[in-house]
Structures are given as structure tokens and as C-alpha cells.
């Protein structure tokens, strides 16, 4: 048991469901899928954004994932969190429940969302990822260090292909395909309001394509290719029109190397309002 940072509440790595955790969406009765069956009848049978939220943070479809993030919650942590509690659990969507811009990210990291319990917080992707958003006008403030720090997105929601970390950053195709249910109902659910996209990463955006075609949602032919800026146009079964933006994931890979700079995320988001 280690002190959240936040809260300075003891707690158990991984962190049980119901237990307290800040913003923990799921209590002990969650229902937990054990397969890509189970996810598929989970996410199908979810009313709303907060019960999938609850059923994706305690998923263990994956054991290869499972194994793997809490491996790194229980004896991987990095140093500088060596004193802290790892959620060690699927990350949740997080942000608006009516988003006018779903984003579309890759999966967790094994020590940011991973420790966390938070999309994209508490790691140099997430730095980048929510001052953008703030700049844009999404995020309530331009730093996401802890679940409970008082963030709130509106008009935007976060979500990844994949929710738990992977081991090297690296899902299976088979894990992404599972996962994928999931992010089939964030887009059922997200479509009466949503009016934009927002693919991070080629494997983003392959993902947010697979999803739409799976619900029935028509998409230009030949596929749309990824790329920084990449636009394309959606139309779900009820003829609403979405469109798809793409832009470079805001990895360290990209950040560090200026493949991926400030005033280009800038731009982009810039087309999503």
C-alpha cells in the first residue's frame, strides 16, 4: 500500500475497483470481460459513456496485457514513481460525454496512464497532448498530472485503439481487434454529437477507420492514407458527416525530434472547432 500522490490515500498496485481510487469509474459489481466475446457483448451492452468506462478499466481479455501492466505496476515502476501506488488497470475513456471531437489516440503508457488512471496524463505525451487542448480552448488547464487534479475537458474526449499498455508500446493485432470493440461503442456513443475525428498516429487513425467501417459508417474508397493534416469525410447510418483529421501522435519519438512541433498540433486542432 503506497500514499497516491494526490490524496495521499493508501493503495493497493494494482488498484482494486470501488476502492477509492480519484475518478475510478467502476465499483466491485463491474462486470469484467475475460474475452474478445465478453468484450464484444460489454461494449454492445453499455447505456452510456460512464458504465463503458467502468466495464473498459477492469477488461482482462488480453493476458498478454494484463500480465504486462500490472507486472509494471507491481515490480516495474520507474524510479522517480517508485513511492507511488500504479493504477495497473485498462485506461477509461476520459473528457466530455457529449464531445463535439472524439480523439483517437494509440494506448497507454506502461507509466503514465498506467500509473495514473488517466488518458494521457503523467507523461511528456500527455504534457503536450493537454496543453494543446487548452490552447484550443478544450481543457480547463495545460497540465494533467494526476486523476482528481481538477482537469475537465469540454467539448473533447479522450480515448485510445488500445487500452492498456503494451508491452514495447507494441500491441498484437489481435489485442488491437479486441480493444476495438470497445472503441466501436465510444463511437456509437459519441455520434449524435460528435462533428470531428481526431486520429493520433497512423495506428489511430487505422483504428478509428476499422471501428466506422465495422458500424456501418460510409467511408471513401480507396482507404483514406494517414498523414500529418490528412482530412477525410465520414457519414454515420444516420447521415450525419464527420470529419477525420490526422496528425502525428505526440510520442517523444515525434516531440523530441521536431517531426511533430507545437505550432503544427496547433493547426490541426484549429480545424477541429
Given at each position: 500500500m503506497l500514499p497516491h500522490p494526490l490524496t495521499g490515500v493508501p493503495f493497493a498496485s494494482p488498484v482494486p475497483p470501488g476502492s477509492g481510487w480519484p475518478d475510478d469509474p467502476a465499483d466491485a459489481g463491474t462486470p469484467v470481460a475475460h474475452s474478445a466475446d465478453e468484450v464484444v457483448d460489454l461494449a454492445r451492452s453499455a447505456a452510456d459513456v460512464a458504465e463503458l468506462d467502468a466495464r473498459v478499466s477492469v477488461c482482462r481479455a488480453c493476458p498478454r496485457l494484463v500480465g504486462w501492466r500490472e507486472s509494471v505496476a507491481v515490480s516495474g515502476r520507474r524510479a522517480g514513481f517508485a513511492d507511488q501506488p500504479y493504477w495497473g488497470r485498462p485506461g477509461p475513456g476520459f473528457g466530455d460525454a457529449r464531445p463535439r471531437l472524439l480523439v483517437v489516440g494509440l494506448a497507454p503508457a506502461a507509466n503514465?496512464?498506467?500509473?495514473?488512471?488517466?488518458?494521457?496524463?503523467?507523461?511528456?505525451?500527455?504534457?503536450?497532448?493537454y496543453a494543446a487542448l487548452h490552447r484550443a480552448g478544450y481543457a480547463s488547464q495545460p497540465t494533467s498530472r494526476h486523476a482528481g487534479?481538477?482537469?475537465?475537458?469540454?467539448?473533447?474526449?479522450?480515448?485510445?485503439?488500445?487500452?492498456?499498455?503494451?508491452?514495447?508500446?507494441?500491441p498484437t493485432p489481435e489485442e488491437r481487434r479486441t480493444c476495438g470493440h470497445w472503441l466501436d461503442r465510444e463511437l456509437e456513443l459519441a455520434a449524435p454529437t460528435a462533428r470531428c475525428l481526431?486520429?493520433?498516429?497512423?495506428?489511430?487513425?487505422?483504428?478509428?477507420?476499422?471501428?466506422?467501417?465495422?458500424?456501418?459508417?460510409?467511408?471513401?474508397?480507396?482507404?483514406p492514407r494517414f498523414g500529418h493534416g490528412a482530412e477525410s469525410h465520414l457519414i454515420t447510418p444516420q447521415g450525419r458527416r464527420l470529419r477525420l483529421l490526422g496528425s502525428y501522435h505526440v510520442s517523444q519519438q515525434n516531440t523530441f525530434t521536431g517531426k511533430l512541433t507545437e505550432e503544427m498540433l496547433d493547426a490541426v486542432l484549429a480545424r477541429t472547432r
Open positions: 503514465g496512464t498506467n500509473r495514473t488512471g488517466r488518458m494521457f496524463t503523467g507523461d511528456r505525451s500527455g504534457d503536450w497532448l487534479d481538477g482537469l475537465e475537458l469540454t467539448g473533447a474526449r479522450i480515448v485510445a485503439a488500445v487500452r492498456c499498455a503494451p508491452p514495447a508500446n507494441k481526431l486520429a493520433l498516429g497512423a495506428i489511430g487513425w487505422d483504428a478509428a477507420l476499422a471501428a466506422v467501417r465495422r458500424l456501418g459508417w460510409t467511408v471513401p474508397r480507396p482507404k
